[in-house]
Each structure stands twice: as structure tokens, then as C-alpha cells.
């Protein structure tokens, strides 16, 4: 697994190549806004490490996506979601073709506002 592929979407906006509206950046994650937005809040956070899928991930990634999921909380609230337990966001991480997966570079969608989701 090598830590950059130049045929990879997500790692041309991590490089810069292709223009995003950044949330946030440090050395090991790029969290974006999505393009097609499903929910008032949505936005992806990605590795900057390429890892293709969750069915990649191993124990060395650990603490990677512990850092991940520690991180969404306080940007949800950032980016507008109310905080729990009133408000909330949802965590989707698709995982290959038949678990929906488009870009085939591990990436959670943080999402919240409004519940498009939710049955009426």
C-alpha cells in the first residue's frame, strides 16, 4: 500500500491538484466538504494515507482511525451540527462495490442538520 496514488481523486485534493472546500488538515487526515451534499452538514474525512478500503485497514492503522473518529465530534459541532444528545451526525464508511463504495480511497461522510434520513 503506498501512501500516495496519482490516479486517486481523493489523493489529488489531498495534494492540492484538485480544488475542495478543506475543513480541516493536519499531517495524517483532510476532512472536505462533499460535493453532492445529502444532509445541511456533510463532509468527508480521508487518510492522507492511501488506503483503498476498511478491508484494508489493519492493527498499524489504529491509531489512525482513532484519531478519525475522535476528530468528527468536535467538527460536526463546527461545521453545524447541534451537539448531542439533541442534536447529532451521522459516520458512513462504505467498504467496496457491494458496500456502495465510489472512490476507492478510505473516507467517512460526516453528516448531520436536518435528518433526510429519518422515516417520516
Known amino acids: 500500500m503506498s501512501s500516495h496514488d496519482p490516479n486517486c481523486i481523493f489523493c489529488k485534493i489531498i495534494a492540492g491538484q484538485i480544488p475542495s472546500r478543506k475543513v480541516y488538515e493536519d499531517e495524517d487526515i483532510y476532512a472536505f466538504h462533499d ?18 478500503s476498511m478491508a484494508q485497514v489493519d492493527t498499524t492503522h489504529e491509531r489512525l482511525l482513532g484519531k478519525m473518529m475522535g476528530l468528527a465530534p468536535r467538527l460536526a459541532v463546527e ?14 464508511c462504505n467498504t467496496g462495490a457491494e458496500g456502495g463504495q465510489e472512490v476507492h480511497h478510505l473516507h467517512v461522510h460526516v453528516m448531520g442538520g436536518p435528518r433526510p434520513w429519518a422515516r417520516g
Open 35 to 52: 460535493i453532492a451534499p445529502w444532509a445541511p452538514v456533510h463532509f468527508l474525512m480521508v487518510p492522507k494515507l492511501h488506503i483503498p
Open 79 to 92: 461545521q453545524g451540527c447541534n451537539p448531542y444528545p439533541q442534536g447529532g451526525f451521522r459516520i458512513v
